[in-house]
Structures are given as C-alpha cells and as structure tokens.
C-alpha cells in the first residue's frame, strides 16, 4: 500500500498547479483522501487544506484556500487531483496526501488518516 503526492513546482503568484495523489496497492475511490501541508520552518504541523469523502463525495476545504483549490476524483487514473489555482507565496509549504478507510469524524483530524503519502514542494515566488 502506497501513496504518492505529485505536481509540485516553482510557480509565480497568481499562478496554478495541479497536484496528484495516486496509489499502488489499493483503490482511492474507497478512500476519504485529503491533503495537508507543512509549512518551512514547522516540520511537526500539518495542515488541513482539503479533503474529499467517501460518502456523497462530500468535498471540504480550509478557509483560506476555499475558492482557490478544488479537489476531485479521477477514477480512471487512481488518482485524486487537487487543482490549486490564484496561489499566493503563502501556500508555498510541502503538500501530502493522506488515505482514511473511513470518512473522519473531524475532517483535519490526522490521526483519523491510515496512509500518508511522501510530500510534494510547492513553492510560489516571483
């Protein structure tokens, strides 16, 4: 069982990427998956960016990314996509993927999460 975050990049501000969680091992469309960040300099927190769950496909996002990112499936690829768009120097952090059997009770909760993927840099800077 393996995930792995993909996507990051150098990108300007006011510019997009598309970041990519995919899998080996096991089906993501049985999974809650979400996407946290770590910010430089605060290697022991994680934060909640945007989840997207089992049920309904019910999507979830962090305020200050809300209206920026989206986060959907792609069935066919294995993959769940978060498209992160009008970025700003602040979302520049390392980005994970994380898997839950169950949809969390507390959406940020990562100990609600069983699989965690190694992490992708984004970096936005003039």
């Known amino acids: 069982v393996q995930l792995q975050a993909s996507g990051g990049g150098l990108v300007q501000p006011g510019g997009s990427l598309r970041l990519s969680c995919t899998a080996s091992g096991f089906t993501l469309a049985n999974y809650a998956i979400g996407w946290f960040r770590r910010f430089p300099g605060k290697e022991r927190e994680r934060e909640g960016v945007?989840?997207?769950?089992?049920?309904?496909?019910?999507?979830f996002y962090a305020e200050v990314v809300e209206g920026r990112f989206t986060i959907y499936r792609d069935n066919a690829k294995n993959a769940v996509i978060l498209q992160m768009n009008s970025l700003k120097p602040e979302d520049t952090a390392v980005y994970y993927c994380?898997?839950?059997?169950?949809?969390?009770?507390?959406?940020?909760?990562?100990?609600?999460?069983?699989?965690w993927g190694q992490g992708t840099l984004v970096t936005v800077s003039s």
């Open positions: 994380a898997a839950a059997q169950h949809d969390p009770r507390l959406v940020w909760a990562t100990d609600e999460y069983d699989h």
């Open positions: 945007s989840s997207i769950y089992r049920t309904h496909g019910y999507t």
